[in-house]
């Protein structure tokens, strides 16, 4: 079990800290690694010819041309990372409150896209980005 | 709420089938993303039961990170979450080879609320009514973002 529960207001404090710089480190983790490694899998498969059926060899055929471009490697090593983060984050916290925060994944990948793939957000899309941060903002304050 | 899913296909048959094709794809498309809203939370539960078992992860040192790791793969339940996440993710790909995304990934916001729900049912979480709020505001943020089309480099 995790250590600063013996009572002293001191322990507590120091606790206290600790786990807001735990969930800072950890969802940035989860939200950045994890969009960061969608938007590098995407950037890879842009540049592999598409699925022409779901048929096993054909298929196979797309993953095996995708293992050869970088931009996957990074991709899959990315998203591990956040997976792992994941775990640690649900070590600690509550799933109710872990799993809506990394919502935040949809305003990293509309800056994402924007940004690294050159496409068009609208302004839906915003208003939409903008509704998710202010549903995480509630979601954080109600967990003190 | 949703604009229904457009299959171009079924315009090429006759009125009759595409009726009965067009029963059978809402009753597929539907049952297929239900798999998805129960899957994936309860993938995320799954994890999050197996590591309040498994307690703490320690970042530092190594040694003791490689030994949590260890324990991970070693947890039944971890493995359960796993296999209900790749369930959801199955779901998805199926329902996106059949039904336009932009009804999927809007019906998909719901895995926010059905979470917050199996945490409360499943796992006895303690959910303030601001928490509540937030997570209605994020299934509806997740709506709306994921009703613009997500075709936006004008090709294909």
Known sequence: ?144 | MWSLPNDTAECDRGPESLMTNQTHFHLKTFLTIAVMIIAGPLGNVLLGKGMKQIGRFPVWPPSQLIQAGVGIFRSGLIWLGIASLITFFVAYMLALSWADYSFVQPASSLAYGVVALLGYWMLGEQISPLRWAGIAVICLGVLVVSRTTPRTTGHG
């Open chain 1, 1 to 144: 079990m995790p250590g600063g529960l013996s009572g002293q207001p001191d322990d507590a404090s120091n606790d206290g800290a600790r786990l807001a710089l735990e969930q800072v480190i950890l969802f940035t983790l989860i939200v950045v690694a994890g969009t960061g490694g969608e938007l590098c899998v995407s950037r890879a498969m842009k540049a592999v010819d598409s699925a022409k059926s779901f048929r096993p060899r054909e298929v196979g055929r797309v993953i095996l041309s995708a293992l050869r471009v970088p931009w996957m490697w990074l991709g899959v090593g990315m998203m591990a990372t956040a997976f792992f983060a994941l775990l640690a984050a649900l070590s600690v916290f509550n799933v109710s409150f872990v799993v809506p925060v990394t919502a935040l994944s949809y305003v990293a990948g509309a800056f994402g896209s924007a940004v690294f793939l050159h496409e068009r957000v609208n302004k839906e899309r915003w208003l939409g980005v903008l509704l998710v941060a202010v549903g995480v903002t509630l979601v954080f304050l109600g967990n003190r």
